[in-house]
Structure formats: C-alpha cells, structure tokens
C-alpha cells in the first residue's frame, strides 16, 4: 500500500514554544489529508481535513489558532501547535486520500508530543 | 451515540486460536477499513472492503451490507497480532467514523 511518513516520531517540548510535525505521502500525491489526535485508550479524533493549496476544515472544538495546518503541496502538510501547553499532549496522526473511487486513505506512523 | 459497534473491546487468545472481531454500522455506507494499530501507535491499514471478502495472508475481512456488520478474522494468531483492530466506516464522501477499538491479546 501507499506509504505517508511522520516527523518527528516523538517530540518533547517546553511549554510556550511552538512545534511543527510534517506528514508527507511518499509514493503519491494526496490532495487531501487528514490530521487526528489520539489520547490514550482512545479512538482517533479528527481535528481537521487539510485541502491542498487552501485553508483547512477544522472540526468542530478545535482552535485553529492554536493548530496551524498548511498543506502548501501534494504530497506535504504540516501540523503546527502554537504555544504548547501540558494538555496539547498527546498522540497525533495524519492520513493521506487517493482520491478516487474508493476514497483509500493511509496513515502515517504518528509523532507523540510531549509539553512539559 | 457512536455510529460504528465493536465487539468485543477486549479480546484474549492462546496463540494459534482462531480470531473473529466484530463491527456494526447504522446506515449505508461507501467503504468500510480495518486498521490495526500497535503498541506504540502506528497505524496500518489492513483492509478497506465495499463488499464481499478480502484475504491477506491469515487475515480475512468480510462485509455483509445487508446486515451493515463486517469481521475480521485472524487464523492461526500469534503473539505479534497482538494489537488494537479498528474498524472505520465513510457515509459517501464524508470523513471517516471509527470504531471504538478491539484490544486483542494473544498469548504464546
């Protein structure tokens, strides 16, 4: 199957600073991906659908401010959480669309953030 | 009211048992995966079915549409299949609605 990577895998952070994680498809291009955020023992919670080229569609609850997405390429969209805060961590990963048909979606290996 | 039903949510096995998780849905559907996710997080995408059945290796999916249920089967299960199955079902074109997750554990 298509292949999306994450970066970093795992971040550790102090409060008040801002961090970026890159999710790319490797081996084809997504117009739209997909950004989710895990907490333990949880199912995924979609935060928002990133559109190539145009603003994200966040999900209801969630800050746009605060989770900046920037999908400024086919095969590259990136997740930045802005002043982090003890509570912003968590699990987060993202999932790329062949559009199509089926609609198949792949997932990236996830990056865990942690704000002290 | 979740809108996709596993069962169950916890699932124990001697390894080479065979393995059969369950997922419900409400309405009609375009497409239906089955994701595995591992200790430590990353996410797999097994399988994605709009009908009928699909086989990879000793993993088996089926869908019933009529009945809107799906299973995932595992035969011959090992320690390493070991891992939370999470079954995802899209209404159309719309996102995808997960299920809440079936954590199996297979003992050597």
């Known amino acids: 199957g298509a292949v999306v990577s994450q970066h970093p895998s795992r971040v550790i952070c102090k409060s008040g600073t801002s961090v970026k994680i890159e999710c790319r498809s490797l081996d084809f291009q997504a117009t739209t991906m997909f950004w989710y955020r895990q907490f333990p023992k949880k199912s995924l919670m979609l935060m928002a659908t990133?559109?190539?080229?145009?603003?994200?569609?966040?999900e209801q609850g969630v800050e746009k401010d605060k989770f900046l997405i920037n999908h400024a390429s086919l095969t590259l969209s990136t997740l930045t959480v802005t002043s982090a805060h003890p509570e912003d961590s968590s699990f987060y990963i993202c999932?790329?669309?062949?559009?199509?048909?089926?609609?198949?979606?792949?997932f990236g290996p996830g990056t865990r953030l942690t704000v002290l | 009211k979740n809108e996709v039903e596993q069962s169950p949510q916890n699932l124990t096995a001697q390894e080479g048992e065979f393995i059969t998780i369950n997922c419900s849905y409400s309405v009609g559907i375009s497409a239906l995966h089955w994701l595995q996710q591992h200790p430590g997080g990353g996410i797999v995408s097994l399988f994605m079915l709009s009908s009928g059945k699909k086989k990879h290796g000793r993993l088996i999916a089926t869908i019933n549409i009529q009945e809107k249920h799906s299973s995932l089967h595992i035969t011959a299960s090992h320690p390493r299949d070991s891992a939370v199955y999470i079954c995802a079902v899209r209404y159309g074109t719309d996102k995808l609605i997960f299920g809440t997750g079936t954590r199996l554990q297979v003992f050597p």
């Open positions: 990133s559109n190539e080229g145009s603003k994200a569609t966040y």
């Open positions: 999932s790329a669309l062949i559009a199509g048909p089926y609609n198949e979606q792949f």
